[in-house]
């Protein structure tokens, strides 16, 4: 397991690797996942390194779980997804690759192919900007 200051959400909550955020608060970070299973997939995490749902206090697991709901609401009322997935894994034979913990909000669509575990794929990064804008500006609006 790498340590918080190998980590890459770790570096992303310090400004030290690129992304897009779409929300930010005391104690969580929303931002758009690289390798999206559908438009919008998005990341919440605890500010805080913990490993995984073993790990995490319970304040931070709370704080992102509202987060999440928020993140959710988003892309539903923004996006027009159908649904949402809310996915966790903790431990690698769960299919946690990261190991800080976080939650995948994932849209789904009437539409979609997604089924179970998705195989993590880049997306095409002009994409994932324009996306996160328009969700972060849609946050931003809401207050």
């Not at 992304?19 to 919440?44: C, K, Q, W, Y």
């Not at 894994?89 to 539409?111: E, K, N, S, W």
């Amino acid at each position: 397991m790498p340590s918080p200051q190998d980590c890459i959400f770790c570096q992303i909550v310090a400004g030290a690797a690129p992304s897009t955020i779409v929300h930010e608060d005391d104690r969580t970070l929303a931002f758009m996942n690289i390798a999206p299973a559908a438009p919008g997939h998005l990341l919440v995490i605890p500010k805080a390194h913990a490993t995984d749902l073993l790990d995490v206090p319970s304040d931070d697991l709370a704080a992102s779980a509202r987060t999440a709901q928020r993140m959710a609401r988003r892309v539903v009322g923004v996006l027009g997804a159908d649904g949402v997935n809310l996915v966790h894994a903790t431990r690698p034979v769960a299919g946690q690759t990261v190991f800080h913990v976080h939650l995948h909000v994932l849209p789904r669509y009437l539409d979609d192919t997604i089924q179970g575990m998705w195989t993590p794929t880049p997306g095409d990064p002009n994409v994932i900007r324009s996306v996160g804008k328009r969700l972060r500006d849609a946050v931003e609006r809401a207050g």
